[in-house]
């Protein structure tokens, strides 16, 4: 079982930056794909990014490549989101997430979720 905390959600004006950490508990997070997913109002939820166990590799959505950055400490049981250069069409709920077996951008093979963190970016 693996249970995730997402942190470091605000308001931002366009063109700035945050970061967000989703902190698990659970003695296995270090085998599993990290995801991070958004939902904004009224739409599906989406695919935003994901890193392999390893930390090695990485998979972007084309809407934040170049601009997103997910990174992981497993010694700290922590996966981060950096966003740069951040848009309006950004704003949305970012959810952290959990895959034991997979690496994928699909949202319905992550087994685990956060409560999600709100990211406002104003025009």
């Known amino acids: 079982q693996v249970q995730l905390v997402e942190s470091g959600g605000g308001l931002v004006q366009a063109g700035g930056s945050l970061r967000l950490s989703c902190a698990a508990s659970?003695?296995?997070?270090?085998?599993?794909?990290m995801g991070w997913f958004r939902q904004a109002p009224g739409k599906e939820r989406e695919f935003v990014a994901a890193?392999?166990?390893?930390?090695?590799?990485?998979l972007y959505a084309d809407s934040v490549k170049g601009r997103f950055t997910i990174s992981r400490d497993n010694a700290k049981n922590t996966v981060y989101l950096q966003m740069n250069s951040l848009k309006p069409e950004d704003t949305a709920i970012y959810y952290c997430?959990?895959?034991?077996?997979?690496?994928?951008?699909?949202?319905?093979?992550?087994?685990?979720w956060g409560q999600g963190t709100q990211v406002t970016v104003s025009s």
């Open positions: 890193i392999r166990w390893t930390g090695i590799s990485t």
């Open positions: 997430a959990a895959d034991p077996t997979k690496f994928s951008t699909s949202r319905y093979t992550y087994d685990y």
């Open positions: 659970g003695r296995t997070f270090s085998t599993y794909t």
